[in-house]
């Protein structure tokens, strides 16, 4: 059987957050100059016997402040959401190309090896490489040793043969001597093909189709 492992060491535009600032200003203005002539009102017909407090005058006026800080306040964290939501969008753009290491299904194109780099359980004695095909079906098992930090998975199936291109996933079994003590998916290099929003997430295309949020990333390297 040959060796099959190497170890080695267009979203839309979101809404412009100026145009909604300057509509809530020129409410807040209006609403403004409406207080103040219901004030004056209040004022001009007040029973001249049992006249209005100043306190209360003061308490209206302490009320609509904060009422207007408020707004000022919503305008300036809408700002700034929109602000860091596409400072994300532009940086995670620049990701398109890249190989993005994740625990997710990644595609064979029966030509570039499949790198990843395998996690076992503490204190695993031996561990189990464990391929996967599109449906979940295993087709290959193939011993490693617990301590390599990085594999590559070439392809080839026990007669030497290349498998089919197509979407594979892998899973590393660790054990002990006392048999199966974890199964656990392994992070694989995977090309990024598309970013884009969706809500408060940017999510991240992978070569196989899948999509996850650019949190699940845990490292990037050049192609090749």
Do not use: C, H
Request: aromatic share 6%; no cysteine.
């Amino acid at each position: 059987m040959v060796d099959q492992i190497t170890a080695t060491q267009p979203t839309p535009p979101a809404p412009s957050a100026s145009g909604a600032t300057a509509s809530d200003k020129a409410a807040l203005s209006s609403d403004f100059e409406t207080f103040l002539r219901m004030l004056t009102v209040q004022v001009q017909n007040q029973d001249p016997l049992n006249p209005v407090d100043s306190t209360d005058y003061a308490t209206q006026l302490a009320t609509f402040s904060s009422v207007e800080q408020q707004v000022l306040t919503n305008d300036l964290l809408r700002a700034m959401s929109t602000a860091l939501g596409g400072d994300a969008l532009q940086e995670t753009s620049g990701w398109i190309g890249m190989e993005a290491l994740a625990r997710a299904p990644v595609w064979f194109d029966r030509q570039t090896p499949i790198a990843m780099r395998p996690e076992y359980a503490p204190g695993a004695e031996s561990a189990t490489l464990v391929v996967r095909d599109a449906d979940g079906a295993v087709i290959q098992r193939i011993a490693v040793t617990p301590g390599q930090d990085a594999l590559l998975w070439g392809g080839g199936d026990d007669n030497g043969e290349v498998l089919p291109a197509g979407v594979y996933r892998f899973e590393i079994e660790s054990y002990d001597s006392d048999g199966l003590i974890d199964t656990r998916a392994a992070p694989t290099y995977n090309r990024i093909t598309e970013v884009r929003r969706e809500g408060d997430d940017v999510l991240v295309r992978l070569s196989d189709g899948t999509e996850l949020p650019k949190s699940l990333v845990t490292g990037l390297r050049a192609p090749g």
